[in-house]
DNA sequence: TTTAAACTATACTAACTCAATGTAGTTTTA
DNA sequence: TAAAACTACATTGAGTTAGTATAGTTTAAA
């Protein structure tokens, strides 16, 4: 049930333009995030282009140029991110939502090993489809932020502002969670 | 996210196990196994091999021999099945509680990414780790029944009776999902 | 006592994926 | 005009996956 470094890179870089963002600064460069987050800088490159062709973040070229996400961060769900490095969120084929399969076994309506697999990937989409890079960036700037660590990508400790993190999201049931309850307590 | 083949042939034939003690089938071949499940006999031997060193499966040697469960089906996890074949169960190593590994990341305890990671390892997990192939095998029963197709390993339908299934497990919290539906709801 | 059926052990391998690395650019702006 | 940055694409070494192959040993039934 692995992530790939690469999804794992492609969400580290993603998530630190998202702070980037808040925090004003309008572009980072690759060697910037490279350096920050301990990543190989050629395969970096390799991952922002795929980023970049896939719409989730742009480009500006030329000397002191960089990166910026293409679209807010409450627009981005971690799930498209992970599905389009890693593939399917579904542990096996035959349940999952985006790219169902057959699956090799000779009665799936009675796969008993096919309905628990499809609670797992329930559980896994529930999560990552849920949350967006702003809920993470969120999470992490007021964690930050009540430790007194010095922000990224800003000189002065950013100002503390409301983000518009739930805009477009009205209805969501109850869900529990580290990150959850880390979003919805405000003393944190 | 993957389940591995070599995992999902390994559930297949321990829940195949499950059901014929449940239908009072002593001993299966590797060979029945392979032609139901439509595995590759020789890797499914590898896999046999493996199960039972680790002590989910006794082995009967020779003519008419074959392979039983070592201890009752109530009494192995999904999730030790899995953790054997795939490893971890965390999607990375910063938030396994089997096999922690430390990251690249500069800073652990700030970590968005972490966070949400720890979230899913915990959905994975919460749902692995509840279910022992005993929950498998009687939803896999069940739903047979209901829909009044032959029971495999037994040619005669096989008496409905009650199994020890929570005997166990004194309190459980309440859980969502496909499993924990069928299991409480007894008219399917 | 033979022998077929079954499990056991170990070695090998083709294909694929992962995680980069290398080379050679093009673009932009100070 | 040249440094800094992004772009494109080819290559590669290590490791994993999903099996095959070969050569047994064990047991029980005939």
Known sequence: MKLSKKGEYALRALIDLGIAAEVGRPLVQVSELAAKELIPIKFLEQIMQLLKVEGFIESQRGKFGGYRLARSANKITIGSI??????????IGCVSHTAYEKCSCPDETHCGLRMLMLDVRNAIAGILDRYTLADVVEVTLRKMRRDNVPLPFSDAPAARRSPARNADRPDLKPIEGLLSNLLSDYSI
């Open 82 to 91: 992970v599905r389009l490095i890693d593939g399917p969120l579904a542990p």
